[in-house]
């Protein structure tokens, strides 16, 4: 028999199993009973909600013409956990890349944050239809690669690229703000993308799914009874004609400048010219970012959209809107003349002009676009007595002109439209000191140079005032949402400071530029025109050529603003090209006695290598 | 041949046995829930693993019947030439064995893969109950000690060599036999030190006690007072020396407190390291003048002990960043939650757990856990399995399996202390030893308290290797214990 010291030890050994069996049961307690949080991560787990991507809003022109639709792409997948077992080299050609492409690329995913083996990772984004097709068949040879899809963007027309702006990745910054995005999402960027991102996109449809650890599908949770159907976006018909947009682009073709039109009983914009411009189906898909970046590179701007952003000083363009201030104040009327000795002279100050009869009346001045008239009506204003000041003055004529549209952003759903520059009492008393300047001293704004600014669209807007005598609608591009209803901001009439007679005569003169004055050379025959040269100065280089004009004068369909960056006087290239779209938009077709004329423009080269 | 074969019957214990297929038979429930397919559900499709695993339950009945039938002098007569024939054949394996995930421990004949480090542990107790049961042995004879240490050493050493960790450090779970059998508690008291040490030397060893004061460390500090509160207590318990203890204590406090009236006051920046240090150096200078006055080799020994503390606490940050695989050190931080890394290895433990906890109560019910059946538990039907217990039959379903395991671990004990012979009685322990740390262990690592240690769950996890190695290791012992009465050894 056995008979030693140690048979207490039993209890000891007893001791540790029991403490440690009793240890574990209060574990299993604590995670199985009191700990909820495991039940839903096992439910977060075994339900995989997949999002189903919505397609995207269709985007028509105003003719009902599609210019954007969705086409499919295909998004590689990889979990690199599964993928193992397979020629990498097989993998890599059936793909069409290098076997260090591959290696590269894995790293690349490696080291990103948010990686896991476990979890699919994008390793082939947006391939297209005719990428995916020949190797789908093979991909089912290799373990752990999947294939997602998505759609993109396509396009009609090759035209109106940064109206229509495009679609990327969302940002860091945009995932933050908006609950509707996660990584890797697409959201609009610039353009009408950007604007109408939310009636575009429409709302995520949501499929559950019984999934494993690797992200397989193992099948619909409960026969798709929970799931969501995404609901596409709401299609939109933008104001843009996009035969004129095309048309346009193809006349600015080796110019650098703008084109914009507007309908001016309705405030929609007919054209949004940006030149030089591009192919927007260059941003779609796996070549964006390198095009992107080409684009962004490119010293002409070609990412700048020129007819919202660009500022000008509007030139002569600018006296029609001079000609309604000084009537509306009473500082001259239509039957007011000043003489002109081929400028306007006060003292060593000298505006040059050119040479016409002299003294011209109001109509005739704005036909002739003489510099002294305005000069020595701005002057008057200024200067003159039933101010208390100058400052008083100017602030008056400021308010005027910013009742035209200028000054301060239109409010157009364009992103990142600029508001152009019209000065106030307040930077001429701070450069000059309080009132210590005349009319004299600022004598440039009266034939918009100086300090005053607008963009393309302003100037756009100033003819649709006109053609309207004396009220302009904010120029959109959206016509109409599908489903949904246009920003109220842009059926609201915005009533210029300008009496409805003052207009009468300032049509007429604008009229009589297309007859005989300085748009003569641009004139259509069967279309009464109402046009004013412009010609600003420019201290880089040559003058920019500007040219604004609505038709028919009765009646008007087309406001339209051209600005060709240095080309000289407004006649020569701008004048043309705006009489050009109005005859095409109107008529639908160039006459035999103009083909010349188009011809001309539609080769002119006027950027210099 | 009749009656001694009745005899054997009449005598087994029923309570072991029923246990055994209790677990068996639960364990086959749940790899049938972990390897279930929806889409190929036959009940005796043998290319799925449950249905395999009913050709091992098969094979490991008709092992159990023969090793039943054999004479119980079998075994303890063979010990010595199985444990002989084992470390052979774990060195043979280290050598031919083909490469599996790291590991060369799977001996491949034709379709028949097979880990011999499994059936190693039988011969290992066999041999040790022999060796330790054999007239004349006795611990304090150091040649002994030494053989009996390296009866259980060799076969440890060389599953480390087959990069099989988590098997070789089951071994060390027989020194709890051997504690039982007289070897001095102390041993288990340094491991559980060593253990203590080491955990708090790895994620305490970069944290200062005070934020202001820079180079201090956290887990040297505590490391220092475990060491000195265990030297009193062993001063104590075997001295009686409570001058000494008194003495300490005193001088230990008002160190402090002078520290800490210095560091609030004074603005003095001193080591809360050093501090405790000058305490060690004091205890140990104490320790070795009574050591020499009283010649008493206790307190020496109670010196080198303090003295082995620090040094192992200086050491462990070493050994843990030098020695370890880092996948052994990631797994070690993922326990000690220094590591949050679900991607990665975290991701295992993680995922069981989530299986177990929303098991709930009653558990999701058979084959209705998705955290299994979907494959999220990595190594669900092997080292894992526990995983399915507690999704699919809850908290009742894993308290019962702990239960049973404890129940059948006491059974074995109060079984071994009847055992009229040395050798049974060694061998019982070693049984109860050897699948308690299995037990702790695995039940452990998918519960997130001890760190991913490969090592499967008795008589649950699949695979013939382990369920025949533990049906061997069990019945041998219930065959000794059904003929206890008949002879004496």
Same mark, same amino acid.
Request: charged letters at 20%.
């Given at each position: 028999?056995?008979?030693?010291?140690?048979?207490?030890?039993?209890?000891?050994?007893?001791?540790?199993?029991?403490?440690?069996?009793?240890?574990?049961?209060?574990?299993?307690?604590?995670?199985?009973?009191?700990?909820?949080?495991?039940?839903?991560?096992?439910?977060?787990?075994?339900?995989?909600?997949?999002?189903?991507?919505?397609?995207?809003?269709?985007?028509?022109?105003?003719?009902?013409?599609?210019?954007?639709?969705?086409?499919?792409?295909?998004?590689?997948?990889?979990?690199?956990?599964?993928?193992?077992?397979?020629?990498?080299? +097989?993998?890599?050609?059936?793909?069409?890349?290098?076997?260090?492409?591959?290696?590269?690329?894995?790293?690349?995913?490696?080291?990103?944050?948010?990686?896991?083996?476990?979890?699919?990772?994008?390793?082939?984004?947006?391939?297209?239809?005719?990428?995916?097709?020949?190797?789908?068949?093979?991909?089912?040879?290799?373990?752990?690669?999947?294939?997602?899809?998505?759609?993109?963007?396509?396009?009609?027309?090759?035209?109106?690229?940064?109206?229509?702006?495009?679609?990327?990745?969302?940002?860091?910054?945009?995932?933050?703000?908006?609950?509707?995005?996660?990584?890797?999402?697409?959201?609009?960027?610039?353009?009408?993308?950007?604007?109408?991102?939310?009636?575009?996109?429409?709302?995520?449809?949501?499929?559950?799914?019984?999934?494993?650890?690797?992200?397989?599908?193992?099948?619909?949770?409960?026969?798709?009874?929970?799931?969501?159907?995404?609901?596409?976006?709401?299609?939109?018909?933008?104001?843009?004609?996009?035969?004129?947009?095309?048309?346009?682009?193809?006349?600015?073709?080796?110019?650098?400048?703008?084109?914009?039109?507007?309908?001016?009983?309705?405030?929609?914009?007919?054209?949004?010219?940006?030149?030089?411009?591009?192919?927007?189906?260059?941003?779609?898909?796996?070549?964006?970012?390198?095009?992107?970046?080409?684009?962004?590179?490119?010293?002409?701007?070609?990412?700048?959209?020129?007819?919202?952003?660009?500022?000008?000083?509007?030139?002569?363009?600018?006296?029609?809107?001079?000609?309604?201030?000084?009537?509306?104040?009473?500082?001259?009327?239509?039957?007011?003349?000043?003489?002109?000795?081929?400028?306007?002279?006060?003292?060593?100050?000298?505006?040059?002009?050119?040479?016409?009869?002299?003294?011209?009346?109001?109509?005739?001045?704005?036909?002739?676009?003489?510099?002294?008239?305005?000069?020595?009506?701005?002057?008057?204003?200024?200067?003159?007595?039933?101010?208390?000041?100058?400052?008083?003055?100017?602030?008056?004529?400021?308010?005027?002109?910013?009742?035209?549209?200028?000054?301060?952003?239109?409010?157009?759903?364009?992103?990142?439209?600029?508001?152009?520059?019209?000065?106030?009492?307040?930077?001429?008393?701070?450069?000059?000191?309080?009132?210590?300047?005349?009319?004299?001293?600022?004598?440039?704004?009266?034939?918009?140079?100086?300090?005053?600014?607008?963009?393309?669209?302003?100037?756009?807007?100033?003819?649709?005032?006109?053609?309207?005598?004396?009220?302009?609608?904010?120029?959109?591009?959206?016509?109409?949402?599908?489903?949904?209803?246009?920003?109220?901001?842009?059926?609201?009439?915005?009533?210029?400071?300008?009496?409805?007679?003052?207009?009468?005569?300032?049509?007429?003169?604008?009229?009589?530029?297309?007859?005989?004055?300085?748009?003569?050379?641009?004139?259509?025959? +069967?279309?009464?025109?109402?046009?004013?040269?412009?010609?600003?100065?420019?201290?880089?280089?040559?003058?920019?050529?500007?040219?604004?004009?609505?038709?028919?004068?009765?009646?008007?369909?087309?406001?339209?603003?051209?600005?060709?960056?240095?080309?000289?006087?407004?006649?020569?290239?701008?004048?043309?090209?705006?009489?050009?779209?109005?005859?095409?938009?109107?008529?639908?077709?160039?006459?035999?006695?103009?083909?010349?004329?188009?011809?001309?423009?539609?080769?002119?080269?006027?950027?210099?290598? | 041949?009749?009656?001694?074969?009745?005899?054997?019957?009449?005598?087994?214990?029923?309570?072991?046995?029923?246990?055994?297929?209790?677990?068996?038979?639960?364990?086959?429930?749940?790899?049938?829930?972990?390897?279930?397919?929806?889409?190929?559900?036959?009940?005796?499709?043998?290319?799925?693993?449950?249905?395999?695993?009913?050709?091992?339950?098969?094979?490991?009945?008709?092992?159990?019947?023969?090793?039943?039938?054999?004479?119980?002098?079998?075994?303890?007569?063979?010990?010595?030439?199985?444990?002989?024939?084992?470390?052979?054949?774990?060195?043979?394996?280290?050598?031919?064995?083909?490469?599996?995930?790291?590991?060369?421990?799977?001996?491949?004949?034709?379709?028949?893969?097979?880990?011999?480090?499994?059936?190693?542990?039988?011969?290992?107790?066999?041999?040790?109950?022999?060796?330790?049961?054999?007239?004349?042995?006795?611990?304090?004879?150091?040649?002994?000690?030494?053989?009996?240490?390296?009866?259980?050493?060799?076969?440890?050493?060389?599953?480390?060599?087959?990069?099989?960790?988590?098997?070789?450090?089951?071994?060390?779970?027989?020194?709890?036999?051997?504690?039982?059998?007289?070897?001095?508690?102390?041993?288990?008291?340094?491991?559980?030190?060593?253990?203590?040490?080491?955990?708090?030397?790895?994620?305490?060893?970069?944290?200062?006690?005070?934020?202001?004061?820079?180079?201090?460390?956290?887990?040297?500090?505590?490391?220092?007072?475990?060491?000195?509160?265990?030297?009193?207590?062993?001063?104590?318990?075997?001295?009686?020396?409570?001058?000494?203890?008194?003495?300490?204590?005193?001088?230990?406090?008002?160190?402090?407190?002078?520290?800490?009236?210095?560091?609030?006051?004074?603005?003095?920046?001193?080591?809360?390291?050093?501090?405790?240090?000058?305490?060690?150096?004091?205890?140990?200078?104490?320790?070795?003048?009574?050591?020499?006055?009283?010649?008493?080799?206790?307190?020496?020994?109670?010196?080198?002990?303090?003295?082995?503390?620090?040094?192992?606490?200086?050491?462990?940050?070493?050994?843990?960043?030098?020695?370890?695989?880092?996948?052994?050190?990631?797994?070690?931080?993922?326990?000690?939650?220094?590591?949050?890394?679900?991607?990665?290895?975290?991701?295992?433990?993680?995922?069981?757990?989530?299986?177990?906890?929303?098991?709930?109560?009653?558990?999701?019910?058979?084959?209705?856990?998705?955290?299994?059946?979907?494959?999220?538990?990595?190594?669900?039907?092997?080292?894992?399995?526990?995983?399915?217990?507690?999704?699919?039959?809850?908290?009742?379903?894993?308290?019962?399996?702990?239960?049973?395991?404890?129940?059948?671990?006491?059974?074995?004990?109060?079984?071994?202390?009847?055992?009229?012979?040395?050798?049974?009685?060694?061998?019982?322990?070693?049984?109860?030893?050897?699948?308690?740390?299995?037990?702790?262990?695995?039940?452990?690592?998918?519960?997130?308290?001890?760190?991913?240690?490969?090592?499967?769950?008795?008589?649950?996890?699949?695979?013939?290797?382990?369920?025949?190695?533990?049906?061997?290791?069990?019945?041998?012992?219930?065959?000794?214990?059904?003929?206890?009465?008949?002879?004496?050894?």
């Amino acid at each position: 028999m056995i008979n030693d010291s140690n048979d207490n030890r039993r209890y000891t050994i007893i001791l540790i199993m029991v403490t440690v069996c009793l240890i574990y049961i209060i574990r299993l307690f604590s995670i199985q009973i009191v700990d909820k949080s495991y039940l839903e991560q096992s439910q977060n787990n075994a339900y995989l909600r997949k999002v189903i991507y919505p397609s995207r809003g269709l985007i028509t022109d105003r003719n009902g013409r599609l210019i954007v639709f969705n086409k499919p792409a295909y998004d590689i997948m990889i979990v690199p956990r599964e993928a193992r077992g397979f020629d990498t080299l +097989s993998f890599a050609n059936t793909l069409g890349i290098t076997k260090d492409d591959f290696i590269k690329r894995m790293t690349f995913l490696r080291n990103r944050s948010g990686y896991s083996q476990y979890v699919p990772q994008v390793f082939m984004s947006q391939l297209s239809d005719e990428e995916y097709g020949p190797i789908c068949e093979k991909l089912y040879k290799f373990n752990g690669i999947y294939v997602q899809k998505r759609t993109l963007r396509d396009y009609n027309y090759h035209n109106a690229a940064l109206a229509l702006g495009s679609i990327g990745e969302v940002s860091k910054k945009q995932i933050e703000a908006d609950d509707f995005y996660t990584q890797g999402d697409f959201a609009g960027q610039n353009g009408i993308e950007q604007t109408y991102e939310k009636e575009l996109r429409g709302e995520k449809g949501e499929e559950i799914l019984l999934r494993d650890s690797r992200g397989r599908i193992k099948g619909k949770f409960e026969d798709g009874t929970y799931d969501k159907q995404p609901v596409p976006g709401h299609d939109i018909e933008l104001s843009l004609d996009i035969e004129l947009q095309k048309y346009g682009e193809e006349l600015m073709n080796g110019k650098i400048g703008s084109i914009a039109a507007i309908e001016p009983a309705t405030g929609e914009i007919l054209a949004l010219v940006s030149s030089p411009t591009y192919d927007p189906s260059m941003l779609v898909g796996r070549k964006r970012s390198a095009n992107f970046a080409a684009l962004s590179k490119d010293p002409l701007k070609p990412l700048f959209d020129r007819p919202m952003m660009a500022q000008y000083p509007p030139g002569s363009t600018f006296k029609t809107a001079q000609a309604l201030v000084l009537q509306q104040e009473g500082i001259i009327t239509p039957n007011s003349a000043f003489g002109c000795q081929h400028g306007f002279h006060a003292g060593a100050l000298s505006v040059g002009c050119h040479g016409h009869e002299s003294p011209l009346n109001l109509k005739h001045s704005i036909q002739h676009s003489c510099n002294a008239y305005y000069c020595c009506g701005f002057r008057n204003m200024i200067d003159h007595r039933k101010y208390k000041t100058v400052s008083e003055a100017i602030d008056i004529w400021k308010n005027h002109i910013v009742s035209l549209g200028f000054g301060y952003k239109l409010g157009a759903d364009v992103p990142n439209e600029k508001r152009g520059y019209i000065p106030n009492s307040g930077v001429y008393n701070k450069v000059y000191g309080e009132n210590r300047w005349k009319g004299l001293t600022i004598i440039s704004l009266s034939i918009g140079q100086g300090e005053v600014l607008a963009t393309p669209l302003q100037i756009a807007n100033l003819g649709a005032t006109i053609a309207n005598r004396g009220y302009f609608y904010t120029p959109h591009l959206v016509k109409k949402i599908k489903g949904g209803e246009i920003d109220s901001s842009f059926i609201q009439r915005h009533n210029s400071t300008i009496d409805r007679k003052y207009y009468d005569v300032v049509v007429d003169g604008m009229e009589l530029v297309m007859i005989s004055g300085t748009g003569f050379y641009s004139r259509i025959d +069967s279309i009464d025109v109402c046009g004013k040269t412009g010609t600003a100065e420019n201290p880089h280089g040559k003058d920019h050529s500007i040219f604004m004009a609505f038709a028919p004068k009765d009646d008007p369909k087309i406001a339209i603003s051209v600005v060709v960056e240095n080309s000289g006087f407004g006649a020569t290239w701008a004048a043309p090209i705006a009489t050009l779209m109005i005859e095409k938009y109107l008529k639908g077709y160039i006459p035999k006695r103009r083909k010349p004329i188009e011809q001309r423009l539609l080769e002119a080269n006027l950027i210099k290598e | 041949m009749d009656r001694r074969n009745e005899n054997i019957i009449d005598n087994i214990d029923l309570w072991t046995l029923g246990l055994y297929f209790a677990l068996v038979v639960f364990g086959w429930i749940s790899i049938y829930g972990a390897s279930y397919n929806f889409d190929d559900s036959d009940f005796w499709d043998f290319s799925q693993r449950f249905g395999k695993q009913l050709v091992w339950i098969g094979c490991a009945l008709v092992i159990g019947a023969v090793l039943l039938m054999l004479d119980m002098k079998t075994y303890a007569t063979l010990s010595y030439v199985i444990y002989g024939f084992f470390i052979l054949l774990l060195i043979i394996t280290l050598l031919v064995a083909p490469d599996t995930r790291g590991s060369h421990s799977w001996l491949v004949l034709g379709p028949i893969s097979l880990q011999p480090a499994e059936f190693a542990k039988t011969a290992t107790c066999l041999c040790l109950a022999r060796y330790m049961g054999s007239f004349g042995f006795s611990m304090k004879d150091l040649q002994q000690s030494i053989i009996m240490n390296l009866i259980i050493l060799l076969p440890m050493g060389i599953i480390i060599l087959q990069n099989e960790t988590g098997s070789a450090l089951a071994y060390l779970a027989l020194y709890l036999t051997l504690y039982r059998q007289g070897m001095t508690g102390i041993v288990l008291v340094l491991g559980l030190c060593a253990a203590v040490y080491f955990v708090v030397g790895i994620k305490f060893g970069a944290t200062p006690v005070l934020d202001f004061v820079p180079g201090d460390s956290l887990g040297m500090f505590v490391i220092m007072i475990i060491a000195v509160i265990i030297a009193l207590a062993m001063v104590y318990f075997y001295h009686r020396d409570s001058s000494l203890i008194k003495t300490v204590s005193i001088s230990g406090v008002s160190v402090f407190a002078v520290g800490i009236l210095l560091i609030s006051l004074l603005d003095v920046k001193i080591k809360f390291t050093y501090l405790a240090l000058a305490i060690v150096v004091f205890l140990f200078a104490f320790l070795i003048v009574r050591a020499i006055v009283y010649r008493k080799i206790g307190y020496f020994a109670i010196s080198l002990f303090l003295v082995g503390s620090i040094g192992f606490g200086h050491i462990s940050d070493y050994a843990f960043n030098k020695i370890l695989q880092p996948h052994q050190q990631t797994r070690i931080k993922v326990t000690l939650g220094m590591e949050n890394d679900l991607k990665k290895s975290g991701y295992n433990v993680n995922q069981s757990m989530i299986a177990i906890g929303s098991g709930r109560w009653t558990g999701k019910g058979f084959l209705q856990g998705t955290q299994t059946k979907l494959k999220y538990v990595p190594e669900q039907d092997t080292d894992f399995i526990f995983c399915t217990v507690g999704e699919e039959h809850g908290f009742i379903g894993t308290t019962a399996v702990v239960v049973g395991f404890l129940v059948l671990m006491l059974r074995l004990i109060s079984l071994a202390e009847r055992q009229r012979s040395t050798f049974s009685r060694i061998y019982g322990y070693c049984v109860a030893s050897i699948i308690f740390f299995h037990v702790a262990i695995n039940i452990g690592m998918v519960i997130g308290l001890t760190p991913v240690i490969g090592i499967p769950l008795p008589f649950f996890s699949y695979g013939g290797s382990s369920l025949w190695s533990f049906t061997i290791l069990l019945f041998i012992f219930l065959r000794l214990d059904a003929s206890r009465k008949e002879y004496v050894m």
